[in-house]
């Protein structure tokens, strides 16, 4: 009987499935996913969670709910701390902490922690911590490790290209038919907004199915990012903001976009100061922003709205820019 | 006969039905309250503008918009469904020349349109709080026992206007509750309610943004002379008021319409009658997956006409329609 993992599609799922999922199979786990978003999953999670996290934090406790029953361990890392000096949202360093005391009976969880702020020295013996739950070969471990991050590195590489992770499944290739004159726009956030499209409202596939080439951060060259990044006045710790503004600073530059589109969730903490001056930047290079902000709500004709207004405005721009306003 | 087109914008709070003839006159403008029944709502504004007609008249095209306005473009039959932002604009841009800023106050939502050469340069709405929109006004109002008609005109009678929070509709409330229990005038009260909307206003939608004149205020609250005048207050400049303020996004869908007709010269009109038509309202939650959509379905005169709110598209699908992407 191999061991049952299950890994909860929320929050840093999108940035690392690929990653975990190749490493326990590797060592002869069997993988187990919560379901895709669905209105169970968020009643679950609104229910069972404090009443003051985000709609992400919520989700992530509906997604954990989901996979209770099926597996012998639940995969939640306490995420500290990824690059040197930099730090994920309180929230993901509390996680296996609220977790099981939000939720009763649950199977035991994975919390191992991942902290390389002082430096990637740990990194293989945080992969052995980790690789224990299901085998105490440390020379299994570090081969699996090796393969799975091959398969990480792959992941990266499909995404930059194009392929966008919605809810975790490749979405076909850039559609094959983009107009020469279709608009491009970044639409940028946390990954777990982006890629949940119950919690986001679909936004990216609304976007393709109008016509519109999408950018993602994920799909820039994180070099040119960090390298941007690292030009700010003071350094920007919280790993997803550094990412953002680095993204920010990149369109203000290169100026290969037409809008932005800014995915926040009610009551984050890192996007009050984050989104704020990515706005301010966006501005300041007249490139047209449009924030959106999610909660709870089901209700999609407010995103609709903004969404569609935001892509005349652009329409209404490109033409008047070539003297063909075809109002009055 | 004289070539219309007819702009039907659905809000939560009103429904607005405008009638414009080739040279952007208003023929007729109905601005009726939706209170929850938008198809009822469209059917009573299609009634009474077909009222106020006279002479022969042709409709050339119909546009919808406001947060109703897929369920609107379904039942009348749509030319052009258009949200309410562009809207708005548009019809600001055609009543008032060189316009820079649109404020506008519905119902649930408040948004700021600024423009630049004749077109949208930048938007925003209010995001996840619906403070200091025309339902609170009206809330409010009730509350205090007056019609919210007169509202205004009490705002502009207070000498000592009362501080009020304006952050959120819920501590305003305690906040004005307070401070009746102090004694203050109603009329102070009620101005520093006004003040502390445009505050609220002014600093989430206008934010970091330039606000150039000059100005327009449009949309029901706009009648509110009260508000009005903080607005004026606050940015130090004259806010203007277009005579039509209240009904502006339906004018913009009439625009839109003859913009259309002009293109394509054939509507989807269904025609005055379709007011006398039975409409009914079918909803049921879909089983099949966690998901549980609320679907709703739309029959007319026993003839289903849409379906949707299903997210896998199974049940709105299977009609065949022009309305299957809906909100």
Request: proline share 3%; with cysteine.
């Amino acid at each position: 009987m191999s061991v049952k993992i299950g890994i909860p599609r929320g929050l840093w799922f999108y940035d690392y499935f690929p990653l975990w999922k190749t490493f326990y199979e590797e060592l002869g786990a069997e993988i187990i996913f919560s379901d895709k978003t669905n209105k169970q999953i968020l009643d679950q999670g609104v229910k069972n969670c404090v009443d003051e996290a985000c709609l992400p934090v919520k989700l992530f406790h509906g997604h954990v709910i989901n996979l209770k029953d099926k597996v012998d361990y639940i995969f939640v890392p306490k995420m500290m701390s990824v690059y040197k000096d930099e730090y994920i949202c309180p929230k993901f360093c509390g996680l296996p902490e609220m977790v099981n005391h939000s939720i009763k009976g649950l199977p035991p969880l994975i919390d191992t922690e991942i902290n390389f702020s002082k430096s990637r020295k740990s990194l293989m013996i945080t992969a052995y911590r980790f690789g224990s739950y299901v085998t105490k070969n440390p020379i299994k471990i570090r081969r699996a490790f090796n393969n799975a991050l091959m398969a990480y590195r792959k992941y990266r590489e499909d995404v930059k290209d194009g392929k966008l992770p919605i809810d975790g499944e490749f979405s076909p290739k850039k559609p094959s038919v983009v107009a020469n004159n279709s608009k491009s726009i970044a639409v940028v956030g946390h990954t777990y907004h982006l890629y949940d499209s119950y919690g986001s409202m679909s936004i990216l596939q609304k976007l393709r199915d109008s016509k519109v080439s999408v950018i993602v951060p994920e799909m820039m060259n994180m070099n040119k990012i960090n390298k941007l990044a690292s030009t700010l006045e003071k350094k920007m710790f919280w790993s997803y903001g550094r990412k953002l503004l680095g993204a920010a600073l990149h369109f203000g530059e290169s100026r290969e976009i037409d809008g932005i589109i800014y995915i926040s969730s009610f009551g984050c903490g890192i996007d009050s100061i984050v989104e704020d001056l990515f706005e301010r930047w966006s501005r300041s290079h007249s490139i047209p922003f449009l924030l959106l902000t999610i909660d709870e709500h089901t209700g999609e004709a407010g995103i609709n709205t903004r969404l569609e207004a935001f892509l005349d405005m652009i329409d209404w721009r490109v033409n008047h820019e070539s003297d063909l306003s075809p109002h009055g | 006969m004289e070539n219309c087109y007819l702009g039907i914008d659905v809000g939560s709070v009103s429904t607005n039905v405008v009638l414009m003839n080739d040279q952007n006159k208003i023929l007729g403008k109905v601005y009726t309250a939706t209170q929850g029944k938008p198809i009822d709502a469209v059917k009573r504004g299609l009634k009474e503008i077909s009222g106020q007609i006279k002479g022969d008249i042709q409709v050339k095209g119909v546009a919808t918009t406001g947060s109703g306005r897929h369920l609107a473009s379904m039942i009348v039959g749509a030319d052009v469904v258009k949200n309410e932002i562009t809207a708005h604009g548009i019809a600001a841009l055609n009543f008032v020349k060189g316009v820079r800023t649109i404020f506008e106050i519905g119902g649930q939502d408040s948004k700021i349109i600024l423009l630049k050469d004749g077109i949208i340069s930048d938007f925003a709405m209010n995001t996840v709080c619906a403070a200091g929109t025309g339902s609170f006004l009206d809330r409010q109002a009730a509350r205090l026992g007056i019609d919210i008609s007169e509202f205004g005109q009490q705002a502009l009678t207070s000498k000592n206007p009362v501080r009020v929070a304006g952050r959120c509709a819920v501590f305003a409330e305690s906040d004005m509750i307070h401070k009746q229990q102090l004694g203050h005038n109603q009329e102070d009260i009620i101005k520093g309610l006004c003040d502390a909307l445009v505050r609220n206003f002014l600093n989430n939608l206008g934010k970091g943004k330039d606000l150039a004149g000059p100005i327009v205020f449009q949309g029901g609250v706009a009648a509110n002379a009260g508000i009005k005048k903080s607005f004026e207050e606050a940015l130090n400049q004259e806010i203007f008021v277009p005579p039509h303020h209240e009904v502006m996004g339906a004018i913009g869908c009439c625009l839109l319409a003859k913009e259309h007709a002009a293109k394509k010269n054939n509507t989807n009109f269904q025609g005055f009658e379709i007011m006398n038509s039975g409409y009914e309202v079918r909803g049921m939650e879909c089983e099949d997956c966690s998901n549980l959509c609320e679907v709703v379905e739309i029959i007319r005169d026993g003839i289903l006409m849409s379906r949707w709110g299903d997210k896998c598209g199974k049940w709105s699908n299977q009609v065949k329609s022009d309305v299957e992407k809906l909100a």
